[in-house]
């Protein structure tokens, strides 16, 4: 990373540096986020990755939060697996307040990785930067085919959530929505890794200000409108790379379901 670090989280990394260092069963300390990406600023999270020792891994993912509680300030910590990531402890310091991700991995969970992580810490550094150096990278960007097999379903969700008057459920798809399917899709367009919405504004992923008029207040006219918006914006991106497998007939009868037929001239 160039550019200097916030003095809150070069002081983490330090602390954290040090008790990997301290710890024999412990192999090495990787971080990637935006340390890696660029863009980290004092409201940036930390993303560690801490490799274990093959015969200590059990142990290690038995006692993590006790390596967590041992940095001063810890608040509270949670697993991932409502991310599909139980080797992940989620974790809260402070003051001041700093989120932290501890991930406990093998030597060998190195070999595929989503990103290209930094070294900050190696008993045998040679080996873990041949490790990443010949590692697979991949971001888990997924297919048109998965977008389009749930958008309608989605959508539909929220339309009868709509039209029963339940409207935070509605307004709640919505932002489901933009972090499923349209904030992946705008990166696409802009040909990044599909990442939800994450930095759509300072990356200008966004200019017509398409995606802002997803956005509802407590209104039922308002959600109605938010979601053919987003019926339309979901058409639009979705003719960059269109499905193998597209549904037909569903956006006419979306919108006949929601009283209108203003859309007509868009059915694919």
């Not at 935006?34 to 560690?48: A, K, Q, R």
């Not at 200000?209 to 987003?230: E, F, M, N």
Request: glycine content about 8%.
């Amino acid at each position: 990373m160039s550019g200097r670090l916030p003095e809150t989280h070069a002081l983490f990394l330090d602390r954290v540096r040090a008790a990997v260092a301290a710890d024999e069963r412990l192999s090495a300390l990787l971080i990637g986020g935006s340390y890696v990406h660029g863009g980290l600023d004092e409201h940036s999270d930390l993303d560690f990755v801490i490799v274990t020792r093959d015969e200590d891994h059990a142990d290690i993912m038995a006692t993590r939060m006790d390596f967590a509680r041992q940095f001063p300030g810890f608040i509270g910590a949670f697993t991932g697996e409502h991310v599909g990531e139980p080797r992940l402890l989620i974790c809260l310091y402070g003051p001041p307040l700093l989120h932290v991700d501890l991930k406990f991995v093998l030597a060998s969970d190195l070999d595929r990785q989503i990103e290209r992580r930094a070294v900050l810490y190696a008993r045998d550094p040679q080996e873990i930067e041949r490790r990443i150096a010949a590692a697979a990278v991949e971001w888990p960007n997924l297919p048109p085919d998965w977008f389009e097999a749930r958008a309608w379903i989605w959508l539909h969700y929220g339309a009868t959530k709509a039209a029963r008057g339940e409207l935070y459920e509605a307004i709640g798809m919505l932002a489901f929505f933009r972090e499923q399917v349209l904030g992946p899709l705008l990166c696409r367009r802009a040909r990044l890794n599909q990442r939800g919405v994450r930095r759509v504004e300072a990356l200008g992923l966004d200019p017509d200000g398409r995606l802002a008029a997803t956005l509802s207040p407590h209104d039922a006219a308002a959600v109605r409108s938010a979601i053919l918006t987003a019926i339309d914006l979901y058409l639009d991106l979705r003719d960059d790379e269109p499905p193998m497998q597209p549904t037909a007939g569903m956006p006419a009868l979306l919108w006949e379901f929601m009283g209108t037929d203003a859309h007509i001239d868009l059915i694919k």
